[in-house]
C-alpha cells in the first residue's frame, strides 16, 4: 500500500532493539542511505534511588543472597554492586550497560512496575565500580545523583516471646531467631540500602542474618542475637548509612 506522500520512513530495526527510536530517516530512492550507529542516551526520567559498593560481602549476607537470588549467585568477599532505579523497566537497559561496559556477573534482577533493582557481583572490587561507572555515563549522572538514605524505622526489641520468633521464621530467608534474643528491625529509603547496613552489621557484631529486602518502597532488615551483639550492629548499620553522600530525601515515597 502506497502512502499518500512522496516521503517514506525508515528506521534501523537494531535501534529498535536496543533503545527508543530515534527520529524517523527519509528514503531516497537510488541513493545510498549513511546509517549512524545510535549512542544508547537514557531518558531523562530515570530517577537513581540506590547506588552502593559491597567491598567485600561477609559469609551471611553472601548465603542468604544465595538463597533468595535468582541469577549466578554471589559468594563470600567478592564486592558486590547494588543499583536501583524508578521507574522498574528502566533496570533492563543498565543491566545492559554493566554487563557489557565491565567483568561483572548478575546475581539479581527485579523489575517492578514503580521500581528496579540490580545485583552484580566480581572477585574484584575494581570490576564492580567499572560497572557503576558505566551506568552513571549513561545515566549522564555522578554518585552524587543517587538519593541519601534514610532510616524510616530502627528498632530493639530484647527478650522475643517464642510464638512471635514463630512468626518471624517463617517469613525469613536467612538464620532462625530463638526464644529470648534480641531482634533488630531496620527500615530504609531507598530500599537498596539495607543491604548495606546488613553487610556491616555483620562485619561488626557476631550476629545472625533473618531476612534482607532490597527492593520495593522501602528496605527491611532483620537481626538476631543477644543483647549486647544487636546494639553494637544497630549502631553499625545506621553509622554505614550516614557516611553514604547524595541528593536530599525528604520528599515523599513515590510508587507509581
Same mark, same amino acid.
Given at each position: 500500500m502506497t502512502l499518500p506522500t512522496s516521503e517514506t520512513h525508515d528506521y534501523d530495526a537494531r535501534e529498535f532493539v536496543l533503545g527508543a527510536p530515534v527520529a524517523p530517516r527519509l528514503a531516497v530512492s537510488s541513493s545510498p542511505v549513511l546509517l549512524l550507529e545510535r549512542v544508547p542516551v537514557a531518558s531523562p526520567n530515570v530517577d537513581l534511588r540506590t547506588l552502593v559498593y559491597l567491598d567485600s560481602l561477609q559469609p551471611q549476607l553472601a548465603s542468604f543472597l544465595a538463597t533468595v537470588a535468582k541469577g549466578y549467585l554471589p559468594i563470600e568477599e567478592q564486592a558486590a554492586l547494588f543499583v536501583e532505579v524508578q521507574p522498574g523497566i528502566s533496570i533492563q537497559r543498565i543491566t545492559d550497560v554493566a554487563l557489557k561496559g565491565a567483568n561483572v556477573t548478575p546475581g539479581m534482577m527485579i523489575v517492578e512496575r514503580a521500581f528496579g533493582?540490580?545485583?552484580?557481583?566480581?572477585? %574484584?572490587?575494581?570490576? =564492580?565500580? &567499572? &560497572?557503576?561507572? !558505566?551506568?552513571? #555515563?549513561y545515566l549522564g549522572m =555522578?554518585?552524587? %545523583?543517587?538519593? +541519601?538514605? *534514610?532510616?524510616? +524505622?530502627?528498632?530493639?526489641? +530484647?527478650? =522475643? %516471646? @517464642?510464638?512471635? =520468633? $514463630?512468626?518471624? #521464621? *517463617? $517469613? *525469613?530467608h536467612g538464620d532462625a531467631l530463638l526464644k529470648g534474643q534480641a531482634l533488630y528491625i531496620m527500615?530504609?529509603?531507598? @530500599?537498596?540500602?539495607?543491604?548495606? !547496613? &546488613? #553487610?556491616? !552489621?555483620?562485619? &561488626?557484631?557476631p550476629i545472625r542474618l533473618l531476612e534482607v529486602v532490597t527492593f520495593g518502597a522501602f528496605g527491611r532488615l532483620y537481626l538476631g542475637g543477644g543483647d549486647d551483639e544487636i546494639k553494637e550492629a544497630a549502631h553499625a548499620a545506621e553509622q554505614c548509612l550516614k557516611n553514604i553522600t547524595g541528593r536530599p530525601n525528604d520528599a515523599p515515597v513515590n510508587v507509581q
Open positions: 533493582m540490580l545485583e552484580v557481583h566480581a572477585d %574484584d572490587p575494581g570490576d =564492580t565500580h &567499572a &560497572a557503576g561507572d !558505566a551506568i552513571l #555515563n =555522578t554518585e552524587e %545523583d543517587r538519593l +541519601t538514605p *534514610r532510616v524510616v +524505622t530502627s528498632e530493639i526489641i +530484647t527478650g =522475643t %516471646d @517464642a510464638y512471635q =520468633t $514463630m512468626l518471624i #521464621n *517463617r $517469613m *525469613r527500615e530504609t529509603h531507598p @530500599a537498596g540500602y539495607a543491604v548495606l !547496613a &546488613a #553487610n556491616e !552489621a555483620e562485619k &561488626a557484631s
